[in-house]
């Protein structure tokens, strides 16, 4: 009996303490290797970037909250990086894969990716974010899916397809690099490709619904996109459950993804899917094809016409773009439960991109100051109180007219600010603005310069939430953003000419008080470079 009493003791307690473990988040472990390939999407050869031998690279298919550990194995002849575009990144700008957060990965060598799309559900990518590698490929899709117990407000499809559709040049990324840095504009895009292709095909079968997660992974310019004789219902913009409207053709612009339901509801034939440049006085189409798997048929008749320039019809579809308050997200409860709207701003700020020469060379420039990268990422620089890397003092809340000038420039905010932002575009091109480390509301679309009676036009009810937002020309957009997530996040023009050259800098979100509850720490296997180089990790 003695002996039996601290067993039944033991057998209790062990028992006791398994009803309050906490199961953790599965775990996904992936390997990918970056090469050069060669291949020709527009009729002649190039040089091309591979993952695990694939172009575009492999679709990261995930849940809520799984762990992902990515070990990327660099084997090109430049040092490399990936980010992932609207993965938020909670409280872990250190795996933002962005060269203010990251040291690229040395040829070579690798790099173990470590990071969760916590909370968050939709349709994401992921692309190179050194030099003009996105120029040659390395991008892929990011599906992250509900969890099992949590509701999606549709019908699950019969099938999901991601087109990654976007602008492109047969012109080498090296060339295209030395291009810019000689001081001079690029050209304009050779032709547009869907995955990879000038075309492809998407079958299913008659009378199913099917989603197809649509992403401008281009360079340059927005498109639109249209499926011959089909509606297109909207569901999910970057990770928000939305309204359910019916469109005949999207617009997506540069860094923008959507999903949306198309059933297979015609004659069973085949259809053009077509997607046209927007806003350039040259057209560029690419043609695929919506196979009906009973189809006797090819495709057939003229390409669907899409809107040409049209800038006020492509602002008022933004408009109806609207959040569904009814509907969870990633989390069971719903989304209209946080009441942005009735939040009054901590601090407005009003960012103007611009063209101009600087040292004799064309730059691009957010309040006069035109970014420059640092040697060292300018997180490690504040982890290891390293001096000189970047100012705080250059870029300011609004445009100055000052000179325009070179900068590591950074912003500084609190934790737990909540934003105005605005966007103004003097320019005469669609401008695109994407938010590291969050999403946001776009509450306002205007024509002309932004000014304070802007806001009684503001959707302050049932904006979505979403972390790329486009600026027409000569126009304003404004967007609301809660500074919930502390970090080092990059805040930059979508299009890649104009962020290499300059338009962007950094949001330093902080907190004084260190804490893991607030920002996890330097991660182990950190990569260190230029004055970082010998710090302890």
């Keep these: 009996m003695k002996t039996v009493l601290p067993l039944l003791i033991i057998s209790i307690l062990g028992v006791l303490s398994c009803g309050v473990v906490k199961a953790e988040d599965p775990y996904k472990y992936y390997t990918w290797t970056v090469t050069y390939g060669t291949a020709s999407p ?21 849940v809520t909250n799984d762990n992902i550990i990515l070990n990327l194995i660099n084997k090109l002849d430049q040092p490399f990086l990936l980010t992932w575009n609207g993965i938020k990144q909670r409280k872990n700008s250190w795996q933002d894969g962005v060269l203010g957060t990251n040291c690229p990965i040395p ?88 995955n990879g292709q000038t075309g492809t095909t998407f079958s299913g079968d008659q009378g199913k619904t099917y989603m197809f997660r649509i992403s401008n992974m281009g360079l340059s310019t927005s498109f639109n996109f249209r499926i011959q004789g089909h509606k297109m219902k909207l569901v999910e913009v970057e990770g928000s459950n939305v309204v359910q409207n019916i469109y005949d053709s999207l617009d997506v612009h540069v860094g923008q993804s959507i999903s949306v339901l198309v059933t297979f509801d015609q ?11 927007r806003f350039t006085r040259k057209i560029l189409t690419t043609v695929s094809v919506l196979h009906y798997t009973n189809s006797q048929t090819r495709v057939s008749g003229p390409i669907p016409a899409g809107p040409t320039y049209q800038v006020h019809w492509s602002m008022q579809q933004a408009r109806t773009y609207r959040w569904n308050l009814t509907s969870n997200a990633a989390r069971p409860n719903p989304q209209g439960s946080f009441h942005y709207g009735t939040i009054k701003p901590t601090r407005t700020i009003v960012l103007s991109n611009s063209a101009s020469l600087i040292n004799g060379k064309k730059r691009y420039a957010v309040n006069g100051v035109s970014y420059i990268n640092a040697d060292t990422p300018l997180k490690l620089a504040d982890h290891f109180n390293i001096p000189g890397v970047y100012s705080t003092n250059t870029i300011q809340a609004s445009p100055s007219g000052a000179t325009p000038m070179l900068a590591t420039s950074v912003m500084q905010a609190s934790l737990h600010d909540f934003l105005e932002i605005v966007f103004q575009n003097n320019e005469n091109t669609v401008q695109s603005w994407h938010l590291d480390g969050y999403d946001f509301w776009p509450v306002g679309y205007g024509s002309g310069q932004w000014s304070q009676a ?70 182990s296997n950190a990569l260190l470079c230029g004055r970082a180089v010998g710090r302890r990790s």
Excluded: C
């Design 42 to 62: 527009l009729g002649v050869p190039q040089q091309i970037i591979l993952i695990n031998g694939q172009f575009p690279g492999p679709r990261l298919d995930v």
């Design 107 to 194: 040829p070579n060598s690798n790099f173990t990716y470590k990071f969760q799309p916590k909370d968050q559900i939709g349709g994401y990518t992921y692309f190179p974010s050194t030099g003009m590698h996105k120029a040659a490929g390395g991008f892929g899709a990011i599906n992250v899916y509900a969890r099992p117990r949590i509701p999606v407000p549709y019908a699950i499809p019969a099938g999901d397809f991601n087109l990654l559709i976007g602008d492109w040049y047969k012109s080498n990324h090296k060339g295209l690099q030395a291009y810019l840095e000689s001081g001079r504009s690029l050209t304009f895009p050779d032709g547009i490709l869907v």
């Design 267 to 277: 004659a069973p034939k085949d259809y053009y899917i077509v997607a046209s440049t």
């Design 454 to 523: 802007s806001r009684k036009s503001y959707n302050l009810v049932d904006a979505l939430t979403r972390h790329t937002v486009q600026v027409y020309p000569n126009s304003w957009s404004v967007i609301y953003v809660s500074l919930d997530n502390q970090g080092m996040w990059n805040l930059r023009s979508s299009m890649w000419e104009r962020q290499y050259l300059g338009q962007q800098f950094y949001l330093r979100v902080f907190n004084p008080v260190r804490s893991l509850a607030n920002e996890y720490d330097i991660p």
